[in-house]
């Protein structure tokens, strides 16, 4: 049992991917549709993408909005797509629930584009905070509770671009899909690790964190 996981044992662990179905939506009509697919899931993997910028100042509006069941990850392109009727729908229910890690400034990002009351949102970063680990980003809790890395290579690219890359696609929806994952992980565990505030992790063979997974 450790709290602080070093770059070094992250990096060490094997990469994490989405295997499963990635369906890229362009058009208002298409949203519409996977939107109404999605309502019937009790739980989603939810993240969002935007545009980065390299000059103070400078912001983008979100770009990609993922949302993932455990085999079929959806990339709503919002620059097309916009949030329609469906998609604000599925945003306020309380049915089927939206799991991610620091959701807040995504969800704030997303009312720039259409004002929604939200429901149904899961933050695995506020649960994790709450039981003192003290490293709760989803590179961080992939590695602690599934013994793998998100690899964060794709991260600083174009998200506004009108067709995204193969690897791209992959990174946006991993980052969906791995909240899935990491739900009953995180919930499953009683830990108080408050205690654990000053160990490191530094190395593989320090720690059994990744036999969790």
Not at 136 to 151: D, I
Not at 173 to 196: G, M, N
Request: charged share 30%; net charge neutral; hydrophobic share 35%.
């Amino acid at each position: 049992m450790i709290n602080r996981m070093s770059r070094e044992y992250i990096a060490s662990l094997p990469a994490l991917r989405f295997k499963g179905d990635i369906v890229t939506v362009r058009t208002e009509q298409e949203a519409e549709r996977c939107a109404s697919v999605l309502m019937k899931h009790e739980m989603i993997g939810f993240d969002t993408e935007s545009r980065p910028s390299f000059r103070k100042g400078v912001m983008y509006p979100v770009s990609l909005l993922q949302l993932s069941t455990e085999h079929k990850a959806y990339l709503f392109q919002l620059g097309t797509t916009g949030i329609s009727s469906a998609m604000k729908d599925l945003l306020e229910s309380e049915d089927t629930k939206k799991v991610g890690i620091g959701i807040r400034d995504d969800i704030k990002k997303l009312k720039e584009l259409n004002t929604f009351d939200e429901g149904g949102f899961i933050d695995l970063g506020e649960m994790a905070s709450a039981k003192g680990i003290i490293q709760f980003g989803a590179r961080s809790l992939a590695a602690r509770y599934l013994g793998m890395k998100l690899v964060k290579t794709m991260q600083k690219t174009n998200w506004a671009r009108s067709e995204l890359t193969r690897k791209q696609r992959v990174y946006a929806a991993t980052d969906a899909w791995v909240c899935l994952k990491l739900y009953p992980k995180v919930v499953e565990d009683d830990t108080d690790y408050r205690q654990f505030e000053e160990e490191e992790c530094s190395s593989r063979e320090e720690s059994s964190v990744g036999d969790r997974g």
